[in-house]
Nanobody, 119 residues
Framework: QVQLVESGGGFVQAGGSLRLSCAAS????????MGWYRQVPGKQRELVAI?????LNYSDSVKGRFTLSKDDLRNTWLQMNSLKPEDTAVYYC???????????????WGQGTQVTVSP
């Protein structure tokens, strides 16, 4: 099994910064993709930023403001600068991974962390 633990959400005023962290653990054979999505009530979960085998992708709405980084130990960080009220959402870490002894890859999700940006 693969577990993702997120931290770093909170409350900030517009223009401020927050940094989210995600740590993957468990019996992991390989991680193909790892990044962040977000969701507001009544809307679909949307991509924020993600590392894939073909590179690093950002949504247009966060380009130039958010930076995704990672290490080789299965951790990722999302640095969020110049935050706007429309960035308010629950942020979820996602990994597409293959667990040890598994034949296929699956999408694994963290529990979510709330980010609230006040005007």
């Amino acid at each position: 099994q693969v577990q993702l633990v997120e931290s770093g959400g909170g409350f900030v005023q517009a223009g401020g910064s927050l940094r989210l962290s995600c740590a993957a653990s468990g019996a992991i054979f390989t991680i193909n993709e790892m990044g962040w999505y977000r969701q507001v009530p009544g809307k679909q979960r949307e991509l924020v930023a993600i590392f894939t085998p073909s590179g690093l992708n950002y949504s247009d709405s966060v380009k130039g403001r958010f930076t995704l980084s990672k290490d080789d130990l299965r951790n990722t960080w999302l640095q969020m600068n110049s935050l706007k009220p429309e960035d308010t959402a629950v942020y979820y870490c996602k990994a597409r991974a293959r667990a040890t002894m598994a034949r296929e890859t699956y999408d694994y999700w963290g529990q979510g962390t709330q980010v609230t940006v006040s005007p």
